[in-house]
């Protein structure tokens, strides 16, 4: 690995202004998994490492029952499954949070990290859009806040300027009778990245048999993780059924544009899109209707 | 050409200082400065678990850490396993069951092991399976791995009078 300055900064302003003096040069450190692999391989050529593990916004998970989720950027994926009101209240998150890498990863890979290496594979990706999840950035003429889904804008590429940093995710309170899905396709149980993944939220009507509202996003199979907007607004006022899900599903086939690389073929990502989009609608439909997520 | 940085951990108990710079990972700090060669380096990417090492009580594969990011914490590799007299029980185990053959994996193993133990005294077959995906084995496929894991989880807890439910 090419040498490099390290700095562990205790506060925002301060990791701000070290990222913001040292520009081009200078990213900010999480857990590592992405970082470490692409600085050792010559992918990434920094002068300036800085550390942001240290500061207290970006290590925050609290839940308010009346305004939501807060998820620091520095919160690793095992605070996130461990967590008992996670657990309960926001399953969709567990989803995803249980499948990076084995344990050794989950131990340091962080939420943060995960979006803003911006691969059209990371799994919260998907798993946050559906709940309709934004960010909180900092920067050096202070804080802004842009949905999930407008935050990647290429393979490897997002929305920060120079001296921006990710402070925290903000998740609303899941509304009554709401679920949220979320799953991948992989060669093998674990360790593996996504060939495709897929997830789901639902709303679904008092009586549980109409959907009112639902989102479908998907992973690796565009240059950014994708909100299918169409295929969810089509199951808006649907009766719960096979064929609605299916419309969805092919729904999102369509806004599906696939390459073929190592990992799969343009045809078996558009098939896995649509197989995968029918299971994370089941499962956040059978949440819904289990009612898993309590607000309470 | 960035000057070396002061470190201070605890490492298997014992106050540790040294000199790293900051290119340089847990995984050499640990073998290369510290003549801790027991953690192993395997794929140097996070892949094979080789590298296992407990920082603050969590399993983390210390090529992917920095070795000063490492200040003020607790790291336990697999030489603070043992006791002064015997070994832990899951590397008793691993040897009764031949866990391992070449044996370049077998720290690692024992290091994800204990966290898993650790945590869940009482796990399952597929739990430890779970547990154990982030560690590669090219010897041995796995299973007398899982047994001796088992057979381990049994014994700790008869040692602790516990009782396996
Ligand atoms: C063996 C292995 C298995 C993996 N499996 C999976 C998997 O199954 N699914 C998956 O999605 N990923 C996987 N990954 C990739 C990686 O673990 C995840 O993307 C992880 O979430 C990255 O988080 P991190 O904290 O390690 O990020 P880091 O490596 O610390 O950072 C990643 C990037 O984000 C930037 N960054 C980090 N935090 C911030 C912030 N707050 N503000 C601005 N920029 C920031 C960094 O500068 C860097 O460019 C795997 C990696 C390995 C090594
Ligand atoms: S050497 Fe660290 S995981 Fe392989
Ligand atoms: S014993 Fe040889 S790799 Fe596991």
Same mark, same amino acid.
């Given at each position: ?80 499954? =461990? ?93 009554? +009778? ?11 149980? =674990? ?106 | 050409?960035?000057?070396?940085? +002061? ?66 914490? =607790? ?12 070994? +832990? ?77």
């Amino acid at each position: 690995m090419k040498a490099f300055e390290y700095r562990a900064p205790r506060s925002l302003s301060e990791a701000v202004a070290l990222l913001a003096e040292k520009g081009e040069k200078a990213r900010p450190l999480a857990g590592g998994t992405d970082l470490i692999v692409q600085l050792r391989g010559g992918r990434l050529d920094l002068d300036f490492v800085v550390d942001i593990k240290w500061i207290p916004e970006l290590n925050q998970l609290s839940y308010d029952p009346a305004s939501g989720l807060t998820i620091g950027a520095a919160v690793p994926c095992y605070r996130i499954y =461990e967590d008992p009101v996670i657990r309960r209240v926001y399953p969709g998150l567990v989803d995803a949070a249980s499948i990076i890498g084995g344990i050794g990863i989950q131990g340091r890979a962080t939420w943060g990290g995960n979006l803003c290496n911006s691969s059209p594979s990371g799994d919260t990706i998907p798993a946050l859009m559906v709940l309709g999840a934004t960010c909180t950035i900092a920067g050096p003429n202070g804080t802004r806040t842009v949905p999930v889904e407008q935050f990647c804008t290429a393979p490897g590429r997002n929305v920060l300027r120079r001296g921006e940093m990710l402070v925290s995710f903000h998740i609303p309170v899941p509304l009554p +009778h709401s679920g949220a899905y979320y799953l991948r396709f992989i060669p093998r149980n =674990e360790m593996d990245i996504a060939v495709v993944g897929a997830g789901a939220s639902v709303v679904l009507s008092n009586d549980l048999s109409t959907i009112t509202a639902a989102r479908i996003a998907l992973g690796a199979v565009a240059p950014t993780p994708l909100l299918a907007e169409s295929a969810g607004n089509a199951l808006i006022g649907k009766r719960i059924s096979d064929e609605t899900i299916a419309e969805a599903a092919r729904l999102a086939q369509q806004a599906a544009r696939p390459i073929t690389d190592m990992r799969g073929t343009i045809a078996q990502r558009r098939h896995l899109v649509g197989v995968l989009t029918k299971r994370a609608l089941h499962g956040a439909i059978e949440r819904a209707q289990k009612g898993a997520s309590h607000a309470h | 050409m960035p000057t070396k940085v +002061h470190v201070t951990a605890k490492i298997n108990g014992d106050e540790v200082e040294f000199l790293c710079e900051p290119r340089q990972s847990l995984l050499e700090c640990l073998r290369d400065i510290l003549n801790l060669t027991g953690t192993k380096e395997g794929c140097n990417d996070g892949n094979c678990g080789a590298c296992s090492v407990l920082l603050n009580g969590r399993l983390v594969n210390s090529c992917l850490v920095l070795g000063v990011e490492i200040d003020g914490q =607790e790291v336990t590799t697999v030489e603070g396993l043992a006791g002064a007299r015997e070994l +832990h029980p899951l590397q008793q185990v691993f040897l009764e069951h031949a866990a391992l053959q070449c044996g370049i994996c077998t720290p690692g193993f024992l290091v994800a092991a204990k966290a898993l133990l650790d945590r869940y005294p009482h796990p399952s077959e597929e739990q430890i399976r779970f547990w154990l995906a982030g560690n590669l084995c090219r010897c041995t496929g796995y299973d007398k791995i899982v047994r001796a894991v088992m057979d381990a989880a049994k014994k700790l807890s008869q040692r602790t009078g516990e009782v396996h439910p």
